[in-house]
């Protein structure tokens, strides 16, 4: 490596809604340490995504050790690499394990893991946004002296380096062009179901959104897939492409889409990212102050989901995404 250059790690094991987010903390950090090289410790799900980003030089998916052995490994390996500062991103019992791991002498640490001395300080960090408490640590840690951290502030991700490799869409001659289309993400984690609007009305929402000239795109993993199923079952040229889609794919979706609806899941974070007008809909279990999606974005809460009217839902639609010209 060469001289004066200095070994950054970043730490940010998951999920996907909140590593979509830590983006943005992501490249103040490249921009930070422009010359130096930047590994990120992730999980296997991230690896793709984090490859192909331009932040980081390397890429490490063994954030998560589960036996003894694999701890031992992971310590001889991040001690081995003689780290000069780590940006703890996750800051959760796990991270806070990494660095404990490391000790005695460990790297110059940010984050809130005890005993580390980059501390983020402020009492306040768990009642701030994923993005302003990100914006908030890195000021602590030095590298952002005028980071917006007041509620709205703090800029959402960017994730145009997606798509800049993507082949570019060339018109057929001739060919007709093809309609608008709203992307549904019905789907979330399996444990939590709570957070998930009925099936049922996406299927009604789909028909209404369908005959006023959008086309139906339906993303999710290939267990939501009976969801798509339900779904065509009310609009049976919506299209089912769940299990067929990774993270890039998704942020293409987004970045082409007229418009984004879905639960607090990751997926619709990452089409709000990349540029979807997105209605996400949260219920009491989640809190939209803390960790909505930012950019064009309608947020409609109840504390059941299962109460939230489908007109409420398509008036929020159609705000965002005005009828097609084509449709008329």
């Known amino acids: 490596m060469a001289r004066g250059v200095k070994k950054i790690l970043v730490v940010k094991l998951g999920a996907l809604g909140d590593f979509v987010l830590a983006l943005a903390a992501m490249k103040k950090i490249r921009e930070a340490h422009r010359k130096d090289h930047i590994t990120l410790l992730t ?7 984090a490859k192909s980003c331009p932040y980081f030089n390397a890429v490490e998916t063994d954030g998560r050790p589960e036996t ?15 780290y000069d500062r780590v940006y703890d991103l996750q800051t959760s019992s796990a991270s806070n394990r990494i660095f404990q791991i490391l000790r005695p002498n460990p790297p110059a640490w940010s984050g809130i893991a005890l005993g580390c001395s980059l501390p983020h300080r402020n009492k306040l960090r768990d009642h701030m946004h994923t993005l302003e408490r990100h914006a908030d640590q890195l000021m602590y840690a030095g590298i952002w002296p005028d980071a917006p951290t007041a509620p709205g502030e703090a800029p959402p991700p960017d994730l145009s380096w997606i798509w800049k490799n993507q082949p570019s869409d060339r018109p057929v001659p001739g060919a007709v062009k093809p309609r608008a289309y709203v992307m549904f993400v019905p789907g979330g984690s399996a444990h939590r179901p709570e957070k998930r609007w009925p099936v049922d009305r996406y299927a009604e929402l789909a028909r209404i959104l369908y005959g006023r000239g959008f086309d139906i795109v339906i993303i999710g993993g290939p267990q939501e897939t009976a969801l798509a199923h339900a779904i065509q079952r009310t609009v049976p040229r919506a299209r089912d492409l769940t299990g067929r889609t990774d993270f890039a794919r998704i942020a293409v979706l987004g970045a082409k889409a007229a418009l984004a609806v879905g639960n607090d899941t990751g997926p619709l974070h990452l089409a709000a990212a990349a540029g979807a007008p997105t209605v996400v809909l949260f219920s009491g279990a989640s809190d939209p102050a803390l960790s909505a999606p930012r950019g064009k974005v309608a947020v409609l809460r109840a504390e059941k989901l299962s109460e939230l009217p489908v007109a409420k839902v398509a008036q929020a639609a159609v705000s965002l995404a005005p009828t097609p010209a084509s449709a008329g």
């Open 43 to 49: 999980t296997p799900p991230f690896e793709a995504l």
């Open 68 to 82: 003894f052995a694999q701890w031992m490994a992971l310590r001889k390996r991040l001690k081995a690499a003689g």
